[in-house]
């Protein structure tokens, strides 16, 4: 694999296991932490980022700045706006993070340009995209789910989203 897409992958992983390791220590208080959702925002921006480097290197550096533009735009709205700004800013990084890691690899695989193992990935970016929806719902104060039902699935879903990641990118 070459330097980029590793890179990338290694950024993903690593700020994923340091949320891990964050969340174990302090608990579910630590995601109220702006800090926290600026940090945590690389973990899909970076893996959409190594896919796309990897399979479409023809876009990498125009979606390295779309993803660049993205995180300065979250700290940014973080620091100097309030309302709903930042929330629909972090929504649409997010999303179109989101999308790329869902759909892209369910493309690759389906259309035989990976291994089918590799549609994994999607379903793993499905999986961590139902856990961020749950967050979210949790924070807008929606009381049809109950806090604690949150609390108990959360770290379920990261594992199980880190396993289906694992097992394909291991294609």
């Given amino acids: ?98 999308l790329v890691i869902f759909i892209l690899p369910l493309w690759l695989s389906l259309s035989g340009v990976t291994a089918p193992s590799f549609a994994l990935v999607g379903i793993g970016g499905a999986v961590v995209g139902l856990a961020g929806l749950l967050l979210a719902v949790l924070k807008a104060g929606a009381d049809f789910i109950p806090e604690e039902k949150v609390i108990q699935l959360f770290p379920l879903l990261l594992l199980l989203s880190t396993a289906l990641f694992v097992f394909g990118l291991n294609s």
């Fill in 1 to 98: 694999m070459d330097f980029w897409p590793m890179l990338y992958f290694t950024i993903a992983f690593g700020v994923l296991i340091l949320s891990c390791l964050l969340l174990i220590l302090f608990g579910f208080d630590i995601l109220k932490n702006t800090a926290v959702v600026v940090v945590a925002a690389l973990i899909p921006l970076s893996m959409s980022l190594a896919i796309i480097t990897l399979y479409l290197p023809q876009y990498h550096y125009a979606y390295l700045t779309l993803a660049l533009i993205g995180l300065s735009g979250i700290q940014l709205t973080r620091m100097f706006s309030s309302g709903k700004l930042p929330i629909i800013w972090l929504a649409i990084t997010h999303g179109i993070a989101g």
